[in-house]
């Protein structure tokens, strides 16, 4: 073999080389542009899945403590409610780990902190703090950062630099007050309001504390029993030393029926789709006049007593208004607004026949809010972010 021969031969092996190691290197790179891809995207996949539980864990808290501030303990002492809404909101953080570590809400202050009570109005934003009897809604931030919880450790991401990431989640719970009406039920059954109206001036005594306090209604056993518990009742019938005009029973729905239809909405503790259904689907409040005429019915029967006292202890909803024309059969009364209460004692026959209700809380799917003027009536909890 001549030298050009063995030059070109030698040559060729190295050419063959050097391509083999390209295509080594080549690979190798190619290689690592997959490994470092799979990387990142477990690493995404790992930040979506913990924000998930973020999200979880701060929609958890935010319901918890906004069904907490409308437990009936708010009509005794707010402050109390209000910190049994933030163990709640603590109690639920923690209890929802995420990444495998329970959260601690950092208490901030009264506008910026992990746990925020205000009010949001109808298709208005939250806006922090305010009087506690306005709060209405309850805003939780949970966090995985530098400085709250840790940041989330990462598994590969540590490769190109990056140990960590910070997440966080919000959200916000409400109930909606103001009620104005009710609208016919969408799952079937009643609405939370019985056919009585109180006078408003009746009303704002009450709950400023002007009567006795002989009654208490067990939470527990969801019984009434004798004994104070810090709510004082009203004897709404009769009325002794108050003029007419102040209590009276209400014809609410289709005409006909009489009695009957109305010791009917009592025993059912509210309206049905029927009732509602003849005003249109909704008997509410004027927005223009702020009021709705209601009329009268007749003086309150044995039988309606009665009716009265099968929903002891259930909380329902009555009228309440500021002027009456007529009387009996013939009454009108000018409704403002309407309050939640609980029938505590009914003695129907004898000397002493009579209803006794305090202030309750009703929770009512089917009421109206729409900013108007109630008292202790809401709409249920709902996330609203």
Known sequence: MTGLARRLEAGGADTASQRRGVI???????????????????????????????????????????????????????????????????????????????????????????????????????????????????????????????????????????????????????????????????????????????????????????????????????????????????????????PPGNFGALRLGPPSGGNGRLIQQLRAGGLSAEDLDYYGGELRIDPESGSILLGGDTGLTTGILQACASIIGRPVSIAIHTETVGTGINSVYTVVGFAGVRIMSVEPTGASKHVIVQPAVVVDDDAISDEGTSWTIYQPVKLTQ
Not at 28 to 40: C, H, N, R, T
Not at 67 to 82: C, K, N
């Open 24 to 242: 080594l290197v080549l690979t190798a790179a190619a290689m690592i542009g997959v490994l470092a891809f799979v990387a990142f995207t477990v690493d995404v996949g790992y930040i979506a899945v913990t924000k998930a539980e973020l999200q979880n864990s701060a929609d958890a808290a935010a319901l918890a403590a906004a069904w907490e501030l409308l437990d009936e303990r708010r009509l005794e002492s707010l402050p109390v409610v209000f910190q049994q809404a933030r163990d709640a909101a603590i109690t639920y953080a923690a209890t929802n780990r995420v990444g495998g570590l329970s959260l601690l809400l950092s208490p901030g202050d009264e506008t910026d902190g992990d746990l925020v009570f205000g009010r949001q109005a109808p298709n208005a934003p939250f806006t922090a703090g305010g009087p506690l009897s306005q709060v209405n809604s309850v805003r939780v931030r949970v966090r995985r950062t530098e400085d709250q919880n840790g940041a989330l450790p990462l598994f590969f991401a540590p490769l190109i630099g990056i140990n960590t990431a910070d997440i966080s989640a919000e959200a916000i719970a409400a109930f909606r007050d103001g009620i104005v009406g009710y609208r016919t039920p969408r799952g079937g059954g009643t609405v939370s309001l019985i056919p009585f109206t109180l006078h408003l001036s009746c009303w704002e005594k009450l709950l400023q504390g002007d009567g006795p306090d002989v009654w208490t209604y067990d939470k527990v056993t969801h019984t009434v029993r004798p004994g104070a518990d810090g709510i004082p009742e009203m004897q709404i019938f009769p009325q002794d030393g108050l």
